[in-house]
Structures are given as structure tokens and as C-alpha cells.
């Protein structure tokens, strides 16, 4: 089947693109209110594009009837969020900070979480988040509707047993993030297996590589 994006509706270059581009990370964003009132949002357009600099992407679409999320008035407010990374255990509390509440509620006291200050921003981590990244606002490049948000990483908290005994790589027995496939469908990292890459034919290297 044939699919011309530039004739389709939304919705339908939607269901396409979010079934078959997955599995997608979660994002559990947390934002500080005008009134200093905690916010909790899941989003699943997101993913890290550099390491150097430190950047991520959130992408963040309006309600149906137009209105900004109250993510994104509080990080172009405050230029500023927390990426908290979802695992099973976190799961459906997620789903809680995703309904769609009165904006003078607190998500994450309603999910049943708790917070801790941030090292380096006013807005507060998530303590049961495996991974927790603290991230400035670097630019926000506005797409109709949607916006894409680049945020700078300026501080991680990783719980310690989600790390080998050295701490330099992932313990992948007990770091096991869930992403979002399409509609209700996730997928979690519980069955994880190495795949090395094949050595190079000695005909395909560079010649001051043979020997």
C-alpha cells in the first residue's frame, strides 16, 4: 500500500507514523506551576539527539480545542523541565499524570509519587523515576500546532543498582524502560539481547588498515 502524507488528513499521517516508528521512550515531564504547584505529564514524541551537547527533544501538541498543555506554559515560563524515565514500576502511575485533570491539580500527589528538589532548576524530579534528567531549555522551534522542545541535559540522577559496579554502564537487568508502541500497546526492555557487528571483509577496509 501506498501512502501520499502531503494529501493525507493529520490524524491518519498520526496512526501511520506512531504504529510503525516504535518503540518510542516515554518521557515523564515534571514542570513547577505559576504557583509553584507540581506538574507531571507523559510524553512519548521524545528522544536524545546529542551528546555534546547534552540534548533531547520533546515534541508537544495542543489540546483538541487549541489551548497550550500546561507543560508547555510552564517550560516557556520557566525555560526549564525534568525528564523522568519510565520503567514497569512506574507505569501506572504514568498513566495517571496523563489524565486529563483541572490544571490546578497536582499530578504526581495524585499518582502517588514523590519529589525532590533539582541540583541545578526550580523544578522538582520524580524520586521513583530510575533516571531523572534536569534539562534547560535551549530553543523551541514551533511547527503549527506543535511544538518541538530542545532542552539541554545539565544534571542526571540514576538510582545506583540501575548501574554496573563501576557505574559507567547500564545494569540492563534491573533498567528495564517501557516505550510506547501505538494506542494502549507498550513494550518493555525485559528481554534484551546482545548483537555484535559482523567483522569487516579484509577487501572493505582502508588500506592502511590491512595488514
Same mark, same amino acid.
Given at each position: 500500500?501506498e501512502?501520499d502524507? %502531503? ?8 496512526r501511520?507514523l506512531?504504529?510503525f516508528i ?10 513547577r506551576?505559576?504557583t509553584g504547584?507540581?506538574?507531571a505529564a507523559?510524553?512519548?514524541f ?6 555534546d551537547?547534552?540534548?533531547?527533544v ?6 483538541p480545542?487549541?489551548?497550550e498543555k500546561?507543560t508547555?506554559r510552564n517550560i516557556?515560563?520557566d525555560g526549564?523541565?525534568v525528564i523522568n524515565m519510565?520503567d ?8 495517571v499524570c496523563?489524565?486529563a485533570?483541572a490544571?490546578e491539580v497536582?499530578?504526581?500527589a495524585l499518582a502517588?509519587l514523590? %519529589?525532590a528538589p533539582?541540583?541545578h ?11 531523572a534528567m ?10 503549527g500546532?506543535?511544538?518541538?522542545i ?15 559496579a563501576?557505574?559507567?554502564y ?5 533498567y528495564q524502560?517501557?516505550?510506547r508502541l501505538?494506542?494502549?500497546n507498550y513494550i518493555?526492555?525485559d ?6 557487528a559482523?567483522?569487516m571483509?579484509?577487501h ?5 588498515e590491512v595488514?
Amino acid at each position: 500500500m501506498e501512502f501520499d502524507f %502531503t494529501r493525507m488528513e493529520a490524524q491518519d499521517r498520526y496512526r501511520l507514523l506512531t504504529n510503525f516508528i516504535g518503540p518510542r521512550p516515554i518521557a515523564l515531564v515534571s514542570t513547577r506551576s505559576a504557583t509553584g504547584r507540581n506538574n507531571a505529564a507523559p510524553m512519548s514524541f521524545f528522544n536524545v539527539f546529542s551528546h555534546d551537547p547534552a540534548l533531547v527533544v520533546l515534541g508537544i501538541q495542543t489540546r483538541p480545542d487549541g489551548q497550550e498543555k500546561d507543560t508547555v506554559r510552564n517550560i516557556r515560563r520557566d525555560g526549564e523541565f525534568v525528564i523522568n524515565m519510565v520503567d514497569m514500576a512506574l507505569s501506572q502511575a504514568m498513566l495517571v499524570c496523563g489524565l486529563a485533570v483541572a490544571e490546578e491539580v497536582d499530578e504526581v500527589a495524585l499518582a502517588g509519587l514523590t %519529589t525532590a528538589p533539582c541540583a541545578h532548576i526550580r523544578a522538582r524530579r520524580i524520586v521513583e523515576s530510575p533516571c531523572a534528567m534536569e534539562c534547560r531549555v535551549d530553543r523551541l522551534l514551533e511547527y503549527g500546532r506543535r511544538l518541538l522542545i530542545i532542552g539541554e541535559v545539565v544534571q542526571m540522577h540514576v538510582q545506583r543498582d540501575c548501574l554496573d559496579a563501576a557505574g559507567r554502564y547500564v545494569n540492563p537487568e534491573v533498567y528495564q524502560p517501557i516505550a510506547r508502541l501505538h494506542a494502549d500497546n507498550y513494550i518493555t526492555s525485559d528481554r534484551q539481547f546482545v548483537l555484535p557487528a559482523p567483522p569487516m571483509p579484509a577487501h572493505l577496509r582502508p588500506a592502511a588498515e590491512v595488514k
